[in-house]
């Protein structure tokens, strides 16, 4: 079970947080103007990367904040995290 | 039957059966020592050939002597005291489940720690001494029951004392420092990300809990697991009588056990010598020792030692009764034996750390595979990374117990003294044989307690596979509770000479927990039955039971059903319940809905982006309906929501899904919107509601509510008012759920009862549950979102363009409505079914087809049913079901088939009653 480092509550046990897949897939400004192609990347084309990955957590169980850590997917080491806004 | 126990062994009498006989041992022996102790040789017949099987090792490795006692389905002899009373019965074939249920209590322990030790052998005592005197924070766990790891087996001395000795006094020491927590009987059995481990902790049938689970976060941790000793593949290695050498020597230092009366002892190393000379020491009398190698090792005087020999045979049925050796230029020659002694080297227990995520690698002094590089904060100290000698684990783990405080930021503290030993003689460099090369490897066994033998492993390696791993699938050969401590090297090896590879290029299957058996109901602990899930119930629930409501789960709610009366089944309290509603009023306990408030200047902005529909023109005092996509578009919930003020809003959701509502609103403001100001908070248990429904339901309100117009001109549908409700403070919304004229009336939930039975008391309204509720919205074709939806339905697929808006830049999902897919024109569309007769209930999940005669499979599926029920006012049953096309095939006949048949239905609009909503205002 991952230790995931809190911005805001500090290391906490894996059960505690929900996962949010891939970070930096920003809404985008303005959907209308989208080709379906280009929405359909939005929707549901994610990256799956042997290595560092950008993610979402969601520290549900404790202070209820979003943040983005840049997790090893071969090692599970998190090695960076940032605050959201 | 004589006993094999040395003579002044010690020990208060145990009394026990096995498989149907009284036995006696003595107290500390395991299930195992006492009953080889009686002489008993065969224990078991193997799972899948039904050959006699006796016991092979002293603890864990334990591949036949399986048995069952009490709940415990599967335990191993070995690892199991011997208490009194104790009634076990041999495991013959497979295992089978108590018919019994486990009424034992288990409990779990969450820890933290600077330093995890596990092992409480030489090295992990030295090791817990060097951290604990650091200041830092230890856990030593070990699985034994007494301390000391192999030194009870071996019986060496330690600081001039017995081993064992030396042992109990060290870990007394340790547990008495405050910051030192002592595990005995503590298994650690699996090890997880970020030096998570977990332990089972076996306290006894007569503590408070059977057994605890421990699940431990450690700075750091040495493994200090020791070493398994490994067997050797030849003819007839499984007959009853053939052991592992340092097993035997355990069973006759440990508990003063002779596991035979003659041995023969097969070795590749110097260990078994020792093993020898204890049992020689103990009674057994060594009739040879056959060693693979061309240099003896250090046997007694007078022990006739046969090098460059391997055992070739085992002679009789039951049980080893002679034993065939042969060398080159040497004559075959038959010994008589009742016991054979096999030591093929020891693997280091490297389960936990590979389970770490350690790379192993192969070692040629051990033959086997030793740890590696790792990137958790783990040391490895002793037997468990290949040092054999006691000096060298005690003082390998002193060095890695203090490696690992120091690096747990601990420093300079009481030093531990690495206490004396006696000299060790050089050992001589051990052979590294696998197996007895044979024209016939049908009784070669690598892998007892699965019955695989070299010509198994042959079978694989013959079909191509070159993996261990694959193996391992292809033979099930360490699979179980073995995972691999006995057979995982051995068969890694034999593919090795199957193949003409080197052990090394090969390596071992991967190392999985748990690293012992572990039962359900332990990892369960407390979380069963009633404890498994939080129960909600509302303030009304009193008032349910009272009236015999059986309750239906939604989600974590307990909410009622129907309310039966006196010789009613459910379908007839259901039939009577809508009609009730339809005909006069009624009321349901609605407190469940999810409810949350949204406020803050741009909570109107906020619904507008989350909502398929407008909420920012909705007025205060006003309420909307209003349903909520994914950003593909599907429907995710959908609920009223009312403005209380320009910056306040009460939204409800569905019963299962507030939570999620919750959490979709928060993710959007914290991730995307994080400059719109807008608080949500869960209010869903802060309000009681009474749902009041029916033709009748204005006059029971004004009755209650004398301050309240309740007129259909100053209280019209959709608008909400404050006001009081049986001299409570109230909030009144006309909404329904039903298609009747209805109210939902809300109040403090510390109110709720109070309000409920005033409702009662007017004795005019029949409290109805949620069937009754499901089939009057169902009649309406209201969809209930989870239901009639599972994620891949649009607004537009249930009907209801409506709810979309057409003057929105944007909202959640909006765009998707333009794509393609969500305008095909076979999309799956919320209709309604009325079965050609009207008697017939079809099941939900049925399945609907085109035709009348079912085509040759694949058949094609139109859809399926989606909710179902009698209906009063219908008089027929009806169904909604979510039907390719369905809106442009009203009138069709289509088919469900249900077991051989093909019951026909009918197509219809899914607003089966009062589609004109004449019913609205009562």
Redesign the interface.
Known sequence: MLLIPCPWCGPRDEAEFHYGGQAHVAYPENPAALSDEEWARYLFFRDNPEGRFAERWNHTAGCRRWFNAVRNTATNEIEAREVIA | MTSRRMAGWQGEPVRFRFDGRDYEGVRGDTLASALLANGVRTVAASPALGRPRGIYAAWTEEPNALVRYGVEPMAQATTLDLTEGLDATSLRGRGRLSEEPDTSRYDAVHAHCDVLVVGAGPAGLAAAAAAAGTGARVIIADDRPVAGGSLPDTAETVGGVPGDEWAATTLAELGGRPDVRVLSRTSVFGY?????LVAVERRGADAYSRERVWRI?ARQVVLATGAHERPIAFAGNDRPGVMLAGSARAYANRHGVLPGARAVVFTTNDSAYAAARDLAAAGVEIAAIVDTRDTAGHAQDGTEVLTGHVVTAVGGDEGVSSVTVSGAGHVDREIEADLLLVSGGWNPLVHLFSQA?GELRHDDATGSFVPGPV?QAVEVAGAARGVFTLAGCLEDGAAAGARAAEAAGFRMGDAFRIPETPAEEPAEPAAHLWLVEAADYATHFVDLQRDVTVADVMKATGAGLRSVEHVKRYTTAGTAHDQGKLSGVLTSAVVGHALGLPLADLGTTTFRAPYVPVGFSTLAGRDRGALHDPVRTTSLHEWHVAYGAPFENVGQWKRPWYYPRAGEDMEAAVLRECHAVRTSVGAMDASTLGKIDVQGPDAAEFLDRLYTNMMSTLKVGAIRYGVMCR??GMVFDDGTVIRLADDRFLVTTTTGNAAAVL?WM??WL???W?HLRVYCTSVTEHWATVALAGPGSRDVLAGLAPGLAVDAASFPFMTWRDTEVAGLAARVCRISFSGELAYEINVNAWDGLALWEAVMGTGTVTPYGTETMHVLRAEKGYPIVGQDTDGTVTPADLGMDWVVSKKK??FIG???F???DTSRPDRKHLVGLLPADPGRLLPEGAHLVETGTLPEPPVPTLGHVTSSYRSAVLGSTFALALVSGGRDRMGEELYVPLGDELVPVTVTSHILYDPEGARRDG
């Open positions: 997880y990300d970020d030096n998570y976060r995520g990137r950003p593909d959490d928060e993710e914290q991730t995307e994080p830049p944007d909006k765009r998707s333009a794509r393609a």
